[in-house]
Nanobody, 119 residues
Framework: QVQLVESGGGLVQPGGSLRLSCATS????????MSWYRQAPGKERELVAT????????NYADSVKGRFTISRDNFRNTMYLQMNSLKPEDTAVYYC??????????WGWGQGTQVTVSS
């Protein structure tokens, strides 16, 4: 059974930093492109960043490019999201899952981790 456990969220002031973690089990982590998603109140879930399985190439949403860094540790089956220069509009629940949405739907979504950026 696939498990995706997000952690590391919290309350931070604008301009601050947080590091999110995604601990995974139940599948061969190193073989899958993985992504971070977020969902703000009243909005649809959106893709934030993706890291590919081969060579670890990355993609970012324009809204976070230059501020967020996605990484992965294939030995620990864990993915990370380093978030710097946080803005109030980054406030959301952050989720990790497969990059391919059919796979993400089959695996299901974890509880996510709440990130709140506020002074």
């Amino acid at each position: 059974q696939v498990q995706l456990v997000e952690s590391g969220g919290g309350l931070v002031q604008p301009g601050g930093s947080l590091r999110l973690s995604c601990a995974t089990s139940g599948f061969t982590f190193r073989m899958y492109a993985m992504s971070w998603y977020r969902q703000a109140p009243g909005k649809e879930r959106e893709l934030v960043a993706t890291i590919f399985s081969a060579r670890g190439g990355t993609n970012y949403a324009d809204s976070v490019k230059g501020r967020f860094t996605i990484s992965r540790d294939n030995f620990r089956n864990t993915m990370y999201l380093q978030m710097n220069s946080l803005k109030p509009e980054d406030t959301a629940v952050y989720y990790c899952n497969a990059d391919r949405l059919p796979i993400a739907a089959r695996w299901g979504w974890g509880q996510g981790t709440q990130v709140t950026v506020s002074s």
